[in-house]
């Protein structure tokens, strides 16, 4: 029940902003002290919650400090705690002090800066951004503003929008020159590990489905696309009266972080004039460290690039950073002009106007959370950041190697670790080890005491340990691997 509205309504009042925000900061605090306590994957039934709320909304305003308790006792259980240090699953989503505080910034301005007098420093500061990320990942200067040949970078909320509107770039440039009735012919090319976001975005722009190819990978190549299938495949295509439209190669592939090799992709990409996208959505951020930068070895190639600080950038949702090397070719798909939006500095084309390099048109002020992330850990944190990851996937993988009973089945990349319980034992013959990983996967999640998920590698059911929750120290790596060990000896009795 609301109270009577004693209150005055101000919804923007700073006294009342300043009072309220501090409970819920302490109240976040709160949680992150709290977090280990609660079972990393939510144990809740479908439909809980409508059970717990009531069914209207509330007349009159309610207290801060009740909606704070009703969260607490309501929502907090239908939580899986991406932020628990026990969270091994899906990929990371790590979060930060400072991008919690840019992330407030970014809220508290509010902003809509989706051309440049509609906030300057939003877009100026979006563009500096983008190049002081592109410089820490060693991009070749021709993605940068401050490069001077015409390219540079934006903030999108997801790979999977960065995705959509490359596509729909690339799709008009050809389609501008042949015709629009060719779109038929067009078609998309990607390997089997690629990120189900390359096939939902070449739906949406109009490519028809059977015109993916989604180009087998293999234990040989570490599930890395072999550029030679790509050129057989484009080949065939053209042979067929097909016109191949667009690559996508990954560095870090979603299920076992597998690496596409960028260098004879992006020749085979150039021979048939296609567009040729690379997705760093997870591993992107590894680039900042010189030990993983060859990885990017033909990046230059590249007619874009994606990657997500909101996966391992310590970076909270949401934050997708994409670059071209033709920005204009992604303005002509994507430009309008309406009246409403004239202005000066637009007229004179002397800005950036971001509107035009992205679907919507109203957009967040995201640069304020990553500048905040750079500067307040600057380089040197940041890269501390990815290799302490990776140290403890090392340290993970080596356990794993030490019990005879388990196989490291895709060998560690980045900071992910695939693995299984041999099928030999306690599977039976048939099912290659399938069920009896099954059950310790549900196992060790229905404990609440971590959450890892699965992936499916030639036919093999594999379990993932993604490292990479910010609050993930040894010490939790080490009693995960004990919980794992001693539920598989339960199991195996
Ligand atoms: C390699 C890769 N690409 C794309 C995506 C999709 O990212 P987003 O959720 O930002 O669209 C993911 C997410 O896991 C990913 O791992």
């Known amino acids: ?15 009342v902003f300043s009072k309220e925000s501090h409970a819920v900061v302490d109240f976040i605090a709160d949680y992150y002290r709290d977090i280990e306590q609660y079972p990393v994957r939510s144990q809740v039934e479908p439909g809980y919650l409508s059970k717990r709320l009531p069914e209207s909304p509330p007349i009159f305003s309610e207290p801060i400090d009740t909606i704070l308790g009703d969260i607490k006792k309501d929502i907090i259980p239908g939580l899986t705690h991406w932020q628990s240090p026990n969270f091994y699953a899906y990929f990371q989503a790590n ?10 910034l970014c809220t508290g301005f509010n902003v809509v ?15 500096i951004v983008m190049d002081w990320m592109a410089k820490m990942m060693k991009l070749p200067s021709k993605f940068l503003f401050s490069g001077g040949q015409g390219g540079g970078g934006v903030l999108h909320g997801s790979t999977c929008e960065a995705v959509v509107c490359t596509l729909a770039a690339a799709r008009d440039k050809i389609l501008n020159k042949f015709g629009f009735d060719c779109i038929t012919k067009l078609v998309v090319y990607a390997s089997d590990q690629t990120h189900f976001t390359v ?14 190819r989604s180009i087998p990978t293999s234990a040989s190549s570490g599930y890395g696309l072999d550029a030679d299938d790509v ?76 990657m997500n600080p909101h996966k391992w950038f310590l970076t909270n949702m949401d934050c997708c950073c994409l670059w071209l090397r033709s920005p204009a070719e992604l303005v002509d798909s994507l430009s309008t002009n309406p009246e409403i939006l004239r202005n000066k500095a637009t007229d004179e084309k002397e800005v950036v106007d971001y509107k035009d390099w992205q679907i919507a048109l109203s957009r967040r ?7 905040l992330v750079i500067r307040r850990y600057g380089v040197a944190g940041l890269m501390e950041h990815i290799r302490s990851d990776v140290g403890l996937a090392k340290h993970f993988e080596k356990l794993v190697r030490m019990d005879t009973r388990f196989e490291v089945v895709v060998p560690r990349r980045f900071s ?3 693995f299984r319980l041999k099928p030999r034992f306690g599977a039976t013959n048939d ?16 404990s609440g005491r971590a959450f890892m998920t699965h992936a499916l590698i030639d036919g093999k059911f594999v379990i993932r340990f993604a490292i990479g929750t910010t609050l993930t120290e040894m010490c939790h790596v080490d009693a995960t691997w004990k919980l794992i060990q001693d539920i598989a000896t339960g199991l195996l009795l």
Request: charged share 20%; proline share 6%.
């Open 1 to 15: 029940m609301g109270s009577l509205p004693f209150e005055l309504f101000q919804p923007l009042d700073p006294d």
């Open 95 to 104: 979060a930060s002090t400072a991008g919690f505080l840019g992330e407030m």
């Open 113 to 127: 800066g989706f051309n440049w007098i509609a906030s300057p420093a939003a877009t100026e500061l979006e563009s």
């Open 199 to 212: 096939q939902k975005a070449s739906k949406i722009i109009g490519i028809p489905p059977c015109n993916f």
């Open 231 to 306: 050129r057989q495949a484009m080949k065939v295509d053209i042979a067929q009266g097909f016109m191949p439209l667009y690559l996508c190669a990954t560095v870090g592939t979603t299920a076992v972080g597998a690496v596409d090799p960028l260098l004879e992709l992006g020749q085979v990409a150039r021979e048939f004039g296609v567009w040729f996208h690379v997705d760093g959505a997870y591993a992107g951020s590894s680039a900042i460290c010189p030990e993983f930068r060859s990885y990017f070895d033909g990046v230059e190639l590249a007619d874009s690039i994606s």
């Open 365 to 371: 002020f995201r640069a304020m959370k990553l500048w």
């Open 416 to 418: 992910l670790v695939c």
């Open 431 to 446: 099912d290659d080890g399938l069920k009896t990983n099954r059950r310790l996967l549900d196992a060790v999640n229905s």
